[in-house]
Nanobody
C-alpha cells in the first residue's frame, strides 16, 4: 500500500548537479520525516540526510554537507535531494525512506518505508 518511488538519477560529470525526487503514496506524507540514503556496490547503506516532517529542520552527513540540500513539498507528497558539486564517490543507488514523525535518525533500520532506489553515476 505504502510506496516510495525515487526518480531523477542518471549519469553526470564530476562537478555537475542532479536533482532526485521521491514521490510517496499510501501514507499521510506530512506526518513523516524523510531521509535519503545511498548504497555503493560492495558497501553498506549510508545515511545522506534527513528532513523533518514539518520541513523545518534538515540534517546532512558530513560527506555531503554544503553540497546537498533536502527539501519537501507536502502538497505534492514529494521529497527532493538537490545534489551539487558531485564527486565520483557520490556514485551509488539513492534511496528515500520514511519514518512517522521521528528525530533525524541516521540508522537506516529506524525507517519504516523504503523506495526501490535510483542510480546516480558520477564520472570523472
Amino acid at each position: 500500500q505504502v510506496q516510495l518511488a525515487e526518480s531523477g538519477g542518471g549519469l553526470v560529470q564530476a562537478g555537475g548537479s542532479l536533482r532526485l525526487s521521491c514521490a510517496a503514496s499510501g501514507l499521510t506524507f506530512s506526518r513523516y520525516g524523510m531521509a535519503w540514503f545511498r548504497q555503493a556496490p560492495g558497501k553498506e547503506r549510508e545515511y545522506v540526510g534527513y528532513i523533518s516532517w514539518t520541513g523545518s529542520s534538515a540534517y546532512y552527513a558530513d560527506s555531503v554537507k554544503g553540497r546537498f540540500t533536502i527539501s519537501r513539498d507536502n502538497a505534492k507528497n514529494t521529497v527532493y535531494l538537490q545534489m551539487n558539486s558531485l564527486k565520483p564517490e557520490d556514485t551509488a543507488v539513492y534511496y528515500c525512506a520514511a519514518v512517522l514523525y521521528g528525530g533525524a535518525f541516521t540508522d537506516w533500520k529506524r525507517y519504516s518505508y523504503w523506495g526501490q532506489g535510483t542510480q546516480v553515476t558520477v564520472s570523472s
